[in-house]
């Protein structure tokens, strides 16, 4: 089986060197767990060290935003746009018209986008942002599995992120995402600490225990050999 690297430092040792190749993720955690981060590191470290084109699309981001954060990391992302290693793109979605038919239009756009550059990495921050589009909890449920279906008929390594309340057994903001991916990555935030949990991962033998983490001046590090017990994770 191909493994796809995540390229967070020292995180790819607890899934035996990488996600399954076409696999989806789910990135999930509460505010200030450093979802946006991973999911940013891992297209912008593919195209860095491993030389595959990704994009990072943003549901509701604000792209100055985001571009300011990866610089911020002293990450040169403009060489690799310029090469079409790496795009970042901002979904748009007007709230006050009909919103299926804008993520499909949404959709096809992104698969342009992928297949312009040949991505095989993408990440989707956040699946969240569709539920205050959508009140009607069918109406979302059914959205978010045609959205997932979707982006793997893309073939490519999809990462998404949800946001949650930052509990020890919340995976995903709606009870949906967490059936129609392959792996979920949780990350919690008990100020000041951080840390993060395979909650599954498909074909992969993983680390069964929760390992610290913590954002440096070069990005988001995971210590594969230290442990966080899970008394010390409670919704804060």
Same mark, same amino acid.
């Given at each position: 089986?191909?493994?796809?690297?995540?390229?967070?430092?020292?995180?790819?040792?607890?899934?035996?060197?990488?996600?399954?190749?076409?696999?989806?993720?789910?990135?999930?955690?509460?505010?200030?767990?450093?979802?946006?981060?991973?999911g940013?590191?891992?297209?912008?470290?593919?195209?860095?060290?491993?030389?595959?084109p990704?994009?990072?699309?943003?549901?509701?981001?604000?792209?100055?935003?985001?571009?300011w954060?990866?610089?911020?990391?002293?990450?040169?992302?403009?060489?690799?746009?310029? +090469?079409?290693?790496? +795009?970042?793109?901002?979904?748009?979605?007007?709230?006050?018209?009909e919103?299926?038919?804008?993520?499909?239009?949404?959709?096809?756009?992104?698969?342009?986008?992928? +297949?312009?550059?040949?991505?095989?990495?993408?990440?989707?921050?956040?699946?969240?942002?569709?539920?205050?589009?959508?009140?009607d909890?069918?109406?979302?449920?059914?959205?978010?599995?045609r959205?997932?279906?979707?982006? +793997?008929?893309?073939?490519?390594?999809?990462?998404?992120?949800?946001?949650?309340?930052?509990?020890?057994?919340?995976?995903?903001?709606?009870?949906?995402?967490?059936?129609?991916?392959?792996?979920?990555?949780?990350?919690?935030?008990?100020?000041?600490?951080?840390?993060?949990?395979?909650r599954?991962?498909?074909?992969?033998?993983?680390?069964?225990?929760?390992?610290?983490?913590?954002?440096?001046?070069n990005?988001?590090?995971?210590?594969?050999?230290?442990?966080?017990?899970?008394?010390?994770?409670?919704?804060?």
């Amino acid at each position: 089986m191909k493994r796809i690297p995540v390229g967070v430092k020292g995180f790819d040792e607890l899934i035996e060197g990488g996600i399954p190749e076409g696999a989806t993720t789910l990135v999930s955690g509460g505010t200030g767990s450093g979802k946006t981060i991973f999911g940013t590191t891992y297209v912008y470290e593919g195209a860095r060290q491993f030389g595959d084109p990704g994009l990072f699309v943003t549901v509701e981001g604000n792209l100055k935003n985001i571009v300011w954060n990866m610089q911020n990391f002293n990450w040169d992302i403009k060489s690799l746009e310029q +090469k079409d290693l790496m +795009k970042i793109y901002r979904m748009h979605i007007d709230p006050r018209k009909e919103i299926e038919a804008q993520i499909d239009k949404e959709l096809d756009i992104i698969s342009s986008m992928v +297949k312009d550059i040949g991505a095989t990495r993408l990440t989707v921050d956040s699946t969240t942002a569709f539920g205050a589009w959508i009140q009607d909890s069918g109406k979302l449920r059914n959205l978010l599995f045609r959205f997932s279906d979707y982006l +793997k008929d893309l073939n490519c390594t999809t990462m998404l992120t949800a946001e949650t309340k930052g509990g020890p057994r919340d995976f995903s903001a709606y009870g949906v995402e967490e059936f129609v991916v392959d792996g979920i990555f949780a990350m919690y935030f008990i100020p000041p600490h951080r840390s993060i949990f395979v909650r599954k991962l498909r074909g992969t033998k993983h680390s069964p225990l929760a390992h610290p983490c913590s954002i440096t001046q070069n990005g988001l590090e995971v210590n594969p050999k230290d442990e966080i017990m899970w008394s010390a994770i409670k919704q804060y």
